[in-house]
């Protein structure tokens, strides 16, 4: 009886830029390599899986030592309320969260949700005191994930943009990374790309929109649109900066 071993199927090419393609669990046990205070930016249209993505993210990084902190701004978000139950964060209307009393198990991560009177005039306000208070307690402690749901919505409806701004620059000598994301890639801060260590681009058919790309430093943007222009759905573009490493994940 032969046992021989079937060798390893060589790795998938992007062709055009030659770039690797690797599946999900692949990356993220082989792969995705994390250090508590960088940053990380997520974009693309709706539908494509951004969400989904930075939960399997923070399924694979987040821990008592490293929480995580998400920042809900919908009412009501099915996605948000699945993946929370699955890499096990606790769900709180207001910050700071409760104690946990020694019987109970330390979270790995929080999601910040507060309740909704369906009235911007209540509802504005109170999500900003929320959440500042989230982005500012997760900046003096250190050693958190602090995730933003709507990047967008969080800087300019919420007018939180002084508080991300100083997460984005300071926060990472104290190891608060912001992990950023965004739909409306023309409509976020310009240090959601000069500073994220990680970003990973979803396939987007608005030339503004990858006109943009350009922003990201050490990187070739040439290079970034030709991949993300030929990414198929559900696929995205991963980018990091430091020493100008890419790749392409699959579903």
């Not at 929480?67 to 809900?72: A, E, Y």
């Not at 500042?132 to 250190?142: F, I, V």
């Not at 991300?164 to 890639?185: E, I």
């Amino acid at each position: 009886m032969s046992t021989e071993v079937a060798p390893a199927a060589p790795p998938r090419r992007q062709e055009v830029t030659g770039l690797t393609i690797f599946g999900r669990d692949e990356f993220l046990s082989e792969r995705w390599r994390y250090r508590a205070g960088e940053h990380v930016t997520i974009l693309g249209p709706t539908g494509t899986g951004k969400t989904h993505l930075a939960y399997q993210l923070l399924g694979a990084t987040a821990r008592p030592g490293l929480p995580g902190v998400v920042l809900v701004m919908k009412p009501r978000d099915a996605t948000v309320g699945r993946w929370s139950k699955t890499v096990g964060f606790r769900r709180v209307r207001t910050w700071p969260p409760g104690p946990v009393w020694p019987w109970q198990q330390k979270p790995s991560g929080w999601v910040l949700w507060p309740r909704h009177r369906f009235d911007p005039d209540l509802d504005n306000p109170h999500l900003y005191e929320q959440f500042r208070r989230a982005m500012l307690d997760s900046y003096r402690r250190g050693d958190r994930i602090l995730f933003a749901d709507e990047i967008a919505g969080i800087s300019n409806e919420l007018a939180l943009h002084r508080e991300s701004t100083t997460l984005w620059q300071r926060g990472r000598s104290m190891g608060a990374g912001v992990w950023a994301a965004s739909q409306r890639p023309t409509h976020i801060p310009l240090l959601a790309y000069s500073s994220a260590e990680h970003l990973f681009l979803f396939a987007d058919p608005d030339k503004r929109d990858r006109d943009r790309y350009a922003e990201i430093g050490g990187v070739d943007p040439v290079l970034i649109v030709a991949a993300v222009t030929r990414l198929q759905q559900y696929q995205c573009l991963y980018v990091r900066r430091t020493g100008a490493r890419m790749c392409i994940l699959d579903r």
